[in-house]
């Protein structure tokens, strides 16, 4: 039993489809969620100021005194994870384990699929992964950079030509390669599902990274005793370094509810 | 006569247009450019953010004790510029007032078209000084959040069809309202030029930002005595808050040649 709550962040608001999914799994938890939407995006940054901006993030969290830290980000999950684990004593989970678990479990072929931003395919992080638990898993990956700026200005819904060209143009290679299953690896592109299951056809199943990782931080709370017990809903706060303004109606989209919570602005650079 | 630099800046590379047009009309000057690539874009982002990542790089081109510094960006140059004037000694140059003085000499209908970013449009700057130049003038303001990720992912080629739909998307309201000025009023832009030709039909003049500032900035300095009579082609430095690694590949596409000068990484969190 641990009351703390946990910590969740995001390069912006796409990491608030991993929050909805802790929330729909542990209602009774308390959570805190960043988004640097004053530095957003983080998918084309090099490694150095990656790290740069995941420290600053969980040292903010961690003023919660949170029991845990999610990385609601494929980019930082990918690219920060290692330095952000050795240098805290909490749990720190990132999105690349539980995905890579479940893409093994759903695969009959062996042949996986893999979208990212550019930071997330250039580490290599899900191939390790994946080959780490099923040795001569066959990866195609391919970095998505038109992907996150499309869904933040609401280009997403089947039947929009330009979402529809790109995402088919960035998923022609991965589907010559003849998967069965592809790693949504970037916390904005399950609202792309529709349009993503489209091009691909019936035979392929979507990992959402953000959902796998609710999952699974759940279970790990629950075996090292550290689920709140305490019945009633958890409080949800957001944070972000950018005006609150924008907020609230781009949150609704991700969050697929209304906001309810309060939102504060922070300076994350004095993290 | 003065043989100080002159300093330039952006949120990223897309103020290598300007940069490129004051080397070609004053190849005897020192040129210090300095992009924001840790933390591009800007044209999201609230005004109190913008302020505060503009004087940091004010800050930064001020080191070298330049002589002008040119807001090669235009979305700093319509929300911040007023702050930045007042708090420096020397001077400060947007693109907002060069590129108003050429469109109300081109204008014949008195129909003027804008495009630019969000910060951009929502700051009203452009249509202020157009009507101050000549009252009365139709302003039709568009802001276009997807062309500045079209463009630094080299999607901006007549043919791309993404390009093209969004492109012409955006526009519908501008060709609709009858202008015969099309205001170009980020400095991403001119790589687009042949698809915002196709689009708006051969009646209609565009204005590069950049461009018109690079001929204001050259004539203020004339009129002022600062320019550099020493015979012999200027030093140009570049700077970066990310890494350099991607810099030269991405600059070229901006510049319309090789990079030939020094790049540097730098931490602007530090101005």
Excluded at 24 to 38: A, H, N, Q, S, V
Excluded at 44 to 63: C, E, H, M, N, P
Excluded at 161 to 179: D, N, R, S
């Amino acid at each position: 039993m641990d009351a703390r709550p946990i910590g969740v962040f995001d390069s912006g608001l796409g990491g608030l489809t991993a929050l909805r999914e802790l929330a729909r799994l542990m209602p009774e938890e308390d959570l805190i969620y960043f988004g640097d939407t004053g530095r957003v995006p983080y998918g084309g940054r090099s490694k150095d100021i990656l790290v740069k901006y995941a420290r600053q993030d969980v040292a903010f969290l961690r003023t919660f005194d949170p029991k845990a830290i999610v990385i609601a980000c494929g980019t930082v999950s990918t690219t920060a994870l290692d330095v952000l684990q050795a240098e805290n004593d909490i749990p720190i989970f990132g999105v690349v384990e539980s995905a890579a678990h479940a893409a093994v479990q759903i695969t009959q072929n062996g042949r996986v699929g893999l979208i990212g931003t550019r930071a997330s395919i250039r580490s290599g992080a899900y191939e390790r992964a994946l080959n780490a638990l099923r040795p001569g898993t066959d990866v195609t990956a391919r970095a998505c950079p038109l992907l996150v700026p499309l869904v933040e200005n609401g280009r997403f819904q089947p039947g929009d030509i330009v979402a529809e060209t790109v995402v088919c143009e960035y998923l022609a290679p991965i589907k010559a390669a003849g998967v069965d299953t592809l790693i949504l690896g970037c916390t904005h592109y399950p609202l792309m599902k529709p349009i993503f299951g489209a091009c691909m056809g019936p035979g392929v199943t979507l990992v959402d990274v953000g959902e796998q990782c609710a999952r699974w931080v759940k279970k790990q709370l629950e075996w090292n005793g550290l689920r709140n017990e305490r019945p009633g809903a958890g409080r949800h706060r957001y944070y972000v370094s950018d005006s609150t303004e924008d907020f609230s109606a781009l949150a609704s989209v991700f969050l697929g509810e209304d906001v309810a919570g309060e939102v504060e602005q922070i300076d994350i650079t004095a993290y």
